[in-house]
């Protein structure tokens, strides 16, 4: 099993300039989650997605957009990027039911490392 | 919201128990509090998770108060590959809109 996996590693854009941040995971799980850390910092949710056809926005989300293609997939969109969303981007996905979200292992991807000049 | 919040970072030795608290003054009834470890370029790691009491597992302890307002994660014996930041994290409100990572405990350990 690959876990959770994160494309690209890397990248670069321009002010302005718009890109979509892969993210799959093959452990079956419905719960998929998308995090910035900022440089020397900790994780703040973007977005999440508590099953396949739903998604709810977290703690960070204006400047976003977010799909859940199927249950295996959930990209996140930068329309048109900003100096301020240089950052690692981190997928993570878990488990759900009808416990609470924190009762749940989450399993995060390596990560995006974007820079917007 | 009240969020997490943990000691910026501690030093320790080779061979000495950590102790890190992390205070979540507004957890709710049915969130768990959940530990993850992260190396630099990496991924936050699940380490361990608990309700209330004392949770163990084969590589640290969680220590919870009866009011859960707090939780003391220890790891024994440490060693340089411990070396790391600890994230506490919670759901307040019992939403996954509200999972808060606190800001995370840099950990360095010496020889």
């Known amino acids: 099993n690959a876990g959770v996996t994160q494309t690209p590693k890397f990248q670069v854009l321009k002010t302005g300039q718009s890109m979509t941040l892969q993210c799959a995971q093959d452990?079956?799980?419905?719960?998929m989650y998308w995090y910035r850390q900022d440089p020397g910092m900790g994780l703040r949710l973007i977005y999440y997605s508590a099953s396949e056809g739903t998604t709810d926005k977290g703690e960070v989300p204006n400047g976003y957009n977010v799909s859940r293609l199927n249950k295996r997939e959930f990209s996140l969109r930068l329309e048109s990027a900003a100096p301020s969303q240089t950052s690692v981007y981190f997928c993570a996905s878990s488990e759900s039911g009808t416990g609470s979200y924190s009762s749940y292992e989450q399993y995060f991807g390596p990560g995006t490392r974007l820079t917007v000049t | 919201l009240a969020k997490t919040t943990q000691p910026i970072s501690m030093d320790s030795y080779e061979g000495q128990e950590v102790n890190i608290t992390c205070s979540h003054n507004?957890?709710?009834?049915?969130?768990?509090i959940t530990w993850y470890q992260q190396f630099p370029s990496q991924g936050p790691r699940f380490i361990i998770q608990g309700y209330k009491t004392k949770v163990t597992n084969e590589v640290a302890s969680l220590f919870i108060p009866a009011d859960r307002k707090s939780s003391t994660l220890s790891l024994p014996r440490v060693s340089l590959s411990d070396t790391a930041v600890y994230y506490c994290l919670v759901a307040l409100y019992s939403s996954a809109s509200k999972i808060i990572f606190g800001s995370g405990t840099r950990l360095s350990i010496r020889p």
């Open positions: 452990m079956n799980h419905n719960s």
């Open positions: 507004n957890i709710a009834t049915n969130d768990y």
